[in-house]
């Protein structure tokens, strides 16, 4: 409950004590190179960012990430995911981030290729609850493999050359 007081809001929480509450922190794998594969932007459902992000990451124009979740308790210790988990990956932009959702917990974020922003979302849902996070992907450039000739502004040619 939130109770705005002018300048300052005072919010009260409640809990049940005995009661499990579970987050979500991310897990991410090993980066790799990305495939032609990789690179197709997937189809809907696309995520519409929340503006809470819980983990901003750097992602070369090339790679690709695994993610995976891990649950833990309401003070943070890691616990075993409940039984009737279900996880679902869904990505706000695809053509930055081709998302590929597993359907057993953990997913692989691909860059297309494109330099920007892409928010990666995660709902997990058991026993009546959901949980949810959100990790923001930066696609910057790869390292230096190619080398463009650069032609400049073209002159009229000496005679005496």
């Known amino acids: 409950m939130e109770i705005g007081l002018g300048d300052v809001t005072l919010s009260l929480n409640l809990r049940v004590h005995g009661l499990k509450r579970y987050g979500l922190v991310w897990r991410i794998g090993a980066v790799s190179d990305t495939t032609p594969d990789d690179r197709t932007v997937n189809g809907p459902p696309y995520h519409q960012p929340s503006g809470r992000i ?7 124009a090339d790679k690709a990430v695994p993610l995976s979740v891990q649950y833990t308790d309401e003070v943070g210790n890691p616990t075993d995911a409940p039984a009737s988990a279900s ?12 998302l590929t959702d597993n359907g057993d917990g953990t997913g692989l974020a691909a860059a297309v290729g494109t330099l920007g ?12 609850n959901t949980v949810t ?5 930066v696609v910057v450039a790869g390292l230096a493999e190619r080398v463009n ?8 040619a000496d005679d005496d050359a």
């Open 54 to 60: 819980d983990l901003v990451m750097d992602l070369l």
């Open 87 to 98: 996880v679902a990956y869904t990505v706000d932009d695809p053509t930055i981030i081709n």
């Open 117 to 128: 922003v892409a928010n990666v979302h995660v709902e997990a849902a058991f026993d009546g």
């Open 133 to 137: 996070g959100d990790l923001q992907i």
């Open 149 to 156: 000739v650069i032609a400049g502004e073209p002159v009229e």
